[in-house]
């Protein structure tokens, strides 16, 4: 967004008028299983981050200091679960919009018996905004985004300029931005992005991609990419100031 598209924004936010943003997603009302609906109502009093609680104290959310990893969109939160539970000494935090897919990642996480987990149910565009500290997280985690495959399409996706400056906001400095995809015109994109962001180290050798490293569990997506005979890219960022 340009200087002046920003300022006219501001003041209509300012004169209470309603501005659709360009969101990267569509909502899809899928209906709930039993089980996903049990494991919300049993789980949420616990596990569940509402983001009208404004700006989290995460210390308190957790009732310890450790690290915080963060995951934008974990589907149905399997391989999130996953690695929670590889790793009881980090704290996640998992944000996604798709209902059942939150319903599907409180039932793993119940059956799995993990604490350091937390989840919201909203934009996380929003909740980065109005929930996270600055320089509070140590990982942000992007696997697999929806890759808005039409050219007309592209601005829906989530890694822009302006998201990505606002996630190394909210990271602590050495913290890392982790992506993956399974659609290489996304990974080129992503790529472009983040060598016009500044504050970033590209953890690669050759500046690009990086070999899939060993703690990332198979997501769902990319498990489908692998069946379509996708390739896969992850990309890492070190936020350096
Ligand atoms: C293609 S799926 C990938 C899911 C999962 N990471 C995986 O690899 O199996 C992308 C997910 O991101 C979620 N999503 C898209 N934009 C989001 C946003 N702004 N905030 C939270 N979740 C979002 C979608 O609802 C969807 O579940």
Known sequence: MNDSSKTRLEQAQQEGKYIRRIRSFVKREGRLTKGQAAAIEKC???????????????????????????????????????????????????????KPGVGACLMEADEAGITNLRVFEHDAVEVLADCIKDASLSTMQLFFPDP????????????????????????????????????????????????????YDNLSETSDYMPRPNNRPLTKFE???????????????????
Not at 58 to 69: K, P
Not at 229 to 239: A, E, N, Q, S, Y
């Open 44 to 98: 949420w009093p616990t596990m569940g981050l509402e983001h009208s609680q404004g700006l989290l104290n995460l210390s308190e959310v957790f009732g310890n200091d450790n690290d915080v990893v963060l995951e934008i969109g974990f589907g149905m939160g399997k391989s999130l679960v996953e690695m929670a539970k590889n790793a009881p000494h980090l704290n996640f935090i998992g944000i996604e919009v798709h």
């Open 148 to 199: 808005w495959h039409k050219k007309r399409h592209h601005k829906r996706r989530i890694v822009q300029l302006e998201f990505v400056e606002s996630l190394r906001s909210k990271l602590k400095i050495g913290g890392i931005f982790h992506m993956a995809t399974d659609w290489e015109n996304y990974a080129e994109h992503m790529l472009e992005v983040m060598n016009a962001a500044p504050g």
């Open 223 to 241: 498990q489908r990419g692998h069946r379509l005979g996708h390739g896969v890219w992850d990309l890492m960022f070190k936020r350096c100031n």
